[in-house]
T-cell receptor
Framework: GAVVSQHPSRVICKSGTSVKIECRSL??????MFWYRQFPKQSLMLMAT?????????EQGVEKDKFLINHASLTLSTLTVTSAHPEDSSFYIC???????????FGSGTRLTVV | QKEVEQDPGPLSVPEGAIVSLNCTYS??????FMWYRQYSRKGPELLMY????GNKEDGRFTAQVDKSSKYISLFIRDSQPSDSATYLC????????FGTGTLLAVQP
């Protein structure tokens, strides 16, 4: 139980285009979704927190107009990287609290490469 | 000062050794403490999850939390080459905050 499905697992896009990453909770309702970015050999850095039905909360230094987050339902949260640039290339991971038994469960991550 | 401090390693041990991984933290509001294992290019997977102070054991893994010292540990007994990965401590009082991760290599 408590699985978060994240897609795509890998995406290569051209500079200036937008990329959407989806995270779905498969067997529980995710009222909150956390979005992280991880650069090579570094830890996960929290970018933003999305809550179903309300605006996302962004961490300091994260551009809300560049990283658009939508949490339209209790099972789906999306992160759109707009006008991507090579410096946005990174590993993006979502996570949702899944109750006392499972703690926070993570998606499998999306490796974004902007060329 | 970072909220969560973790020695990045790398840590190299022979197969069968006992491994000790540690994190310290500064926010006394943290209530939930977790250890995650992350293989290269994969999402983190939950190893241990504890609430407040105390010990928790699961197979070869033991997690300890000492809230008075703001210190948590993960012990791995009889370490195996398949344990080679990055180990991340994480803590929460709402948001989940990660340590930098410790890269562990278990040599056969």
């Amino acid at each position: 139980g408590a699985v978060v499905s994240q897609h795509p697992s890998r995406v290569i896009c051209k500079s200036g285009t937008s990329v959407k990453i989806e995270c779905r909770s498969l067997d529980f309702q995710a009222t909150t979704m956390f979005w992280y970015r991880q650069f090579p050999k570094q830890s996960l850095m929290l970018m933003a927190t999305s809550n179903e039905g309300s605006k996302a909360t962004y961490e300091q230094g994260v551009e809300k107009d560049k990283f658009l987050i939508n949490h339209a339902s209790l099972t789906l949260s999306t992160l759109t990287v707009t006008s991507a640039h090579p410096e946005d290339s990174s590993f993006y991971i979502c996570s949702a609290p899944a109750g006392a038994l499972y703690g926070y469960t993570f998606g499998s991550g999306t490796r974004l490469t902007v060329v | 000062q970072k909220e969560v401090e973790q020695d990045p390693g790398p840590l190299s041990v022979p197969e069968g050794a006992i491994v000790s991984l540690n994190c310290t933290y500064s926010n006394s509001a943290f209530q939930y403490f977790m250890w995650y294992r992350q293989y290269s290019r994969k999402g983190p997977e939950l190893l241990m999850y504890t609430y407040s102070s105390g010990n928790k054991e699961d197979g070869r893994f033991t997690a300890q939390v000492d809230k008075s010292s703001k210190y948590i540990s993960l012990f791995i007994r009889d370490s195996q080459p398949s344990d080679s990965a990055t180990y991340l401590c994480a803590m929460s009082e709402g948001k989940l905050i990660f340590g930098t991760g410790t890269l562990l290599a278990v040599q056969p």
